[in-house]
């Protein structure tokens, strides 16, 4: 049946239909070739997708996390950006302790106020060492962070003004030590000290590949007894306010007593960032949608190139069907079918090319998160496929085999009938 009969009985969608129905049979006659034409095509979705659903899952952990915490909650922490690199911010800004004790004095709008500093340390128990993130905080922790022990109790107000050697471990450290499930008392070495288990945390599973269950809290002022002066100066703080609807005087408040704290003069910068919650968020969502803009860019060309295979062997294509073409004209098929029937297998071959691509680098991208779960840590967050990934994988790679498919489809339906009834 040709494609003139086809319309006139089913109308365009029917000749659609037999025009593909015709491109699937010229693509499945020579498989290897075809797979070798699209394989620009796959290596360019597999990566898009690849790269795109670990970045997404990463970003989604990391998300999920600060929007557990409420409304209410901001951070402050040292401005680095005022220097041309983190490390000189890092050695010549301070936050200190007692910049987080004026603030819970002099600013009326908090309601608790928890300074902390992190840092990587060893520790042992019973002649088994490892090493795990330690963190100085204060009694407050618990209530702005939403993790409370299940076993004994959190840091006291007094551990934290005597400066005691004790500790808050999670749960994953009693496995890190083969530690007994009641290990309350026990004394472990962290670093150089000694401390007694007080309280063993409820677990809480990963965020952004850390686990939280892998840390072990210990009194503030006894990290920075242990830790030094360096540790001293590089306090983070997290505050919430007692009214989040007035949490824009709360920031100025804070700003003014940091300035004081630190001798700020009037027209001086900042050395210091307050971040509310809703700026976090919107701060990791643009860089989120910045980071998938340039590995779409970057891996775009791999697409490009594909599109150059996909219009090589269409122009060969022609080549070698020209009197096929011929044929069909002599028939009745009209120059804009002859178009339609290369075009649509230039679309077809690029689209397959783009189904196999999705699905090998969304097998790929678990693969990936399986592999990083065991060699870099078990919270490692899974790989998330957004539905706009796919839609805009496989419409990407038919975009591709409908632009280099133009001047393919534009050359056959060009031919001279009678020309291309004597070709041979």
């Known amino acids: 049946m040709t494609s003139r009969r086809t319309e006139e009985l089913f109308g365009f969608w029917g000749a659609v239909f037999e025009l593909f129905r015709i491109a699937l049979r010229a693509i499945l006659s020579s498989k290897m070739r075809s797979f070798l034409t699209v394989l620009g095509i796959i290596i360019g979705v597999l990566a898009v997708v690849a790269v795109v659903s670990i970045l997404q899952g990463v970003f989604a952990s990391f998300l999920s996390q600060f929007e557990s915490l409420g409304g209410d909650t901001l951070f402050v922490r040292p401005n680095y950006e005022m220097f041309k690199s983190h490390q000189e911010g890092v050695r010549r800004l301070k936050m200190t302790y007692e910049d987080a004790l004026a603030i819970a004095r002099d600013v009326s709008q908090v309601k608790e106020i928890c300074p902390f500093l992190m840092r990587t340390d060893t520790i042992a128990y019973h002649g088994r060492n490892d090493s795990t993130q330690i963190i100085g905080t204060t009694e407050s922790y618990p209530q702005i962070n939403s993790f409370f022990p299940e076993q004994g109790r959190f840091l006291a107000p007094m551990d934290v003004a005597a400066r005691r050697k004790v500790c808050i471990i999670g749960q994953d450290i009693l496995d890190k030590l083969a530690m007994p499930l009641q290990s309350l008392g026990e004394e472990i070495q962290i670093g150089r000290g000694t401390y007694t288990v007080m309280g ?3 677990k809480k599973g990963g965020s952004f590949g850390q686990s939280e ?10 990290a920075i007894v242990q830790y030094g002066q360096d540790a001293a ?3 983070f703080i997290e505050v919430q306010v007692r009214d989040a609807q007035k949490m824009d005087d709360a920031v100025e408040r804070i700003s003014a007593v940091l300035r004081r704290e630190h001798g700020l003069k009037f027209g001086d910068v900042d050395d210091f960032r307050v971040f509310t919650r809703d700026e976090i968020l919107k701060i990791i969502k643009q860089f989120t949608s910045v980071s998938t803009l340039i590995v779409g860019a970057i891996v775009s060309i791999t697409l490009i190139v594909g599109g150059i ?4 062997i269409m122009l060969v294509s022609v080549t070698e069907r ?4 011929g044929i069909r004209m002599a028939v009745g098929a009209k120059r804009i079918h002859i178009l ?3 075009l649509i297998e230039s679309v077809t071959l690029s689209t397959l090319g783009g189904v196999v691509g999705l699905g090998c680098g969304t097998g790929v991208a678990h693969l990936t998160v399986f592999i990083l779960r065991k060699t870099v840590s078990e919270t490692f967050p899974a790989a998330f ?3 706009w990934v796919v839609l805009l994988s496989l419409s990407f790679a038919a975009l591709t085999g409908a632009i280099f498919g133009v001047y393919p489809a534009v050359k056959a339906s060009r031919l001279d009938p009678i020309d291309a009834l004597r070709y041979e």
């Open 309 to 312: 295979g996909i219009m090589n």
């Open 340 to 342: 339609y029937q290369f």
């Open 200 to 202: 063993i945390l409820e």
């Open 213 to 222: 269950d892998d840390q072990i809290f210990i009194p503030l002022p006894t």
């Open 233 to 235: 100066n590089s306090i």
């Open 322 to 325: 020209t009197r096929e073409i």
């Open 385 to 387: 496929i957004p539905y």
